[in-house]
């Protein structure tokens, strides 16, 4: 099958867009809410933009790259910011930066290797 090349981002995309959408409705139930605006619309973006590449590699596209560049960079942009509030002790911040990391890897490996 064509998209099995690509079967370790496609795992790393969909786990981090499940963290991504975790860590949105968490900051949802926070007191200060209005201070993690940000952290919540990149949340939404970087799962849609996950699942989004997920289902690219998955048909084989040969779009696939292209979407994947944008997908570490969204995802790295995510890290940074859930990075900052997981410094600040929120967990779900800290386990949402770390698989948006891992999916960056992910991605640009899979540029590497294709």
């Known amino acids: 099958m064509s998209h099995?090349?690509?079967?370790?981002?496609?795992r790393a995309c969909l786990a981090c867009a499940v963290a991504c959408n975790h860590c949105a409705t968490e900051c949802l139930s926070e007191d200060q809410v209005k201070h993690l605006a940000r952290c919540i619309k990149l949340d939404l973006e970087c799962a849609a933009i996950c699942r989004a590449a997920a289902e690219m590699m998955s048909l084989g596209s040969d779009y696939s790259i292209e979407l994947c560049?944008?997908?570490a960079e969204v995802c790295n942009a995510c890290a940074e910011e859930c990075e900052k509030h997981a410094a600040m002790g929120m967990e779900?911040?800290?386990?949402?930066?770390?698989?948006?990391?891992?999916?960056?890897?992910?991605?640009?490996n899979m540029i590497t290797n294709n």
């Not at 099995?4 to 496609?10: A, K, N, Y």
């Not at 779900?92 to 640009?108: L, M, V």
Request: hydrophobic share 35%; charged share 20%; proline share 0%.
């Open 4 to 10: 099995q090349r690509f079967m370790d981002c496609i």
């Open 69 to 71: 560049r944008l997908c």
């Open 92 to 108: 779900h911040c800290a386990q949402c930066a770390e698989a948006c990391r891992a999916c960056a890897d992910a991605c640009n």
